[in-house]
């Protein structure tokens, strides 16, 4: 084997882990996002610039209205998931560089004093964190359903601000009954990698 | 403990893992580079999308070329580095949706017709899977160097194609001496969730 990364691990990770349509009543805790949280931040981003901000939308009525701005077969499993998350990219991370990179706080005003850059690096970045934030949710033993399939300006109306563009919202929790469909097939190796 | 990953790989991946900026002599083989791939390609893309794309840049006469079009605080890195791989996002990635996407190949069209609109997907898609394949880079029990310092322009004439775009450039090794600078810091919990 060439990797280090134990057999269960890889599994857990990426291997048997799955995009889950269903899932169990068991709640998931502040205290699990909160521990995903803290191992997931560690994951690089340029310029540690760490755009991605998450919304935990843990109240009846916000579901309701995030159920709302969902794609048709999106809405069911949003509306039953244990817990949904908008996650988003924060357009004005550059405001946070000074702490974020305390020995070139120059980076801010030379690099990112445009918003169109901001929102090209930031888009980037925040889905780095976007799939490290799933990779997380798997190391609590959570499935994840990441979907795309929503309004994105209603999203951004009801729930975020100019400054914070959508990027995915996600269903967590144990996986229920016929939680996935078939695996899908992935390009072979040959067909994504090519040697110079 | 609120996670089912063993503490272990918990640190391999993001807790002790750190971009690294100097390596050993230590080649990294194209058996660990496929068992890299063989892991991450299962971590979820929108549509099964999956519109990453890596080019391995192995010969010396390639990794100059990849060298001038560095940032100057690239180079240094890129030229010593065993291994470098530049990622992009097939922006054509559509073609391959109805391999990847068996029961609904209407996708490719409904969906992906316009470039724009597959520009932005695969960008945002590929973006999870750069950050897929840097966790397995760590899995591998090998240290990543991403980098977004270079010419895009420049790396996409040299390297790709007008249907490719870079994303990133990845040097790839086992750490060497001052291999990387402090831990920097990142936001607090409470400064990237919050509740609605």
Same mark, same amino acid.
């Given at each position: 084997?060439?990797?280090?990364?134990?057999?269960?691990a890889q599994d857990l990770l990426f291997r048997e882990a799955r995009t889950?349509?269903?899932?169990t009543d068991e709640p998931v805790t502040d205290e699990q996002v909160q521990a995903i949280y803290d191992l997931v931040k560690y994951g690089p981003t340029a310029f540690n610039q760490t755009p991605l901000r998450v919304v935990l939308v843990r109240s009846e009525e916000a579901r309701e209205r995030l159920v709302s701005h969902m794609a048709e077969g999106n809405q069911a499993k949003t509306r039953t998931a244990p817990l949904v998350a908008i996650l988003a990219t924060d357009n004005e991370f550059h405001e946070e560089l000074p702490n974020l990179l305390p020995h070139f706080p120059q980076a801010k005003?030379?690099?990112?004093?445009e918003r169109p850059v901001r929102e090209q690096a930031g888009g980037v970045n925040a889905a780095l964190q976007a799939a490290y934030f799933i990779i997380g949710v798997r190391a609590a033993g959570l499935a994840a359903g990441p979907m795309t399939g929503? !309004?994105?300006?209603g999203v951004q109306k009801e729930f975020l !601000?100019?400054?914070?563009s959508p990027l995915m919202?996600?269903?967590?929790?144990?996986?229920?009954? !016929?939680a996935w469909?078939?695996?899908?097939?992935?390009l072979a190796y040959d067909e994504v990698v090519t040697t110079v």
């Open positions: 084997m060439s990797l280090v990364l134990d057999a269960a889950a349509n269903t899932f005003d030379m690099f990112f004093s929503f !309004d994105f300006a !601000d100019e400054d914070h919202v996600i269903n967590i929790g144990k996986p229920g009954e !016929d469909f078939p695996r899908l097939p992935r």
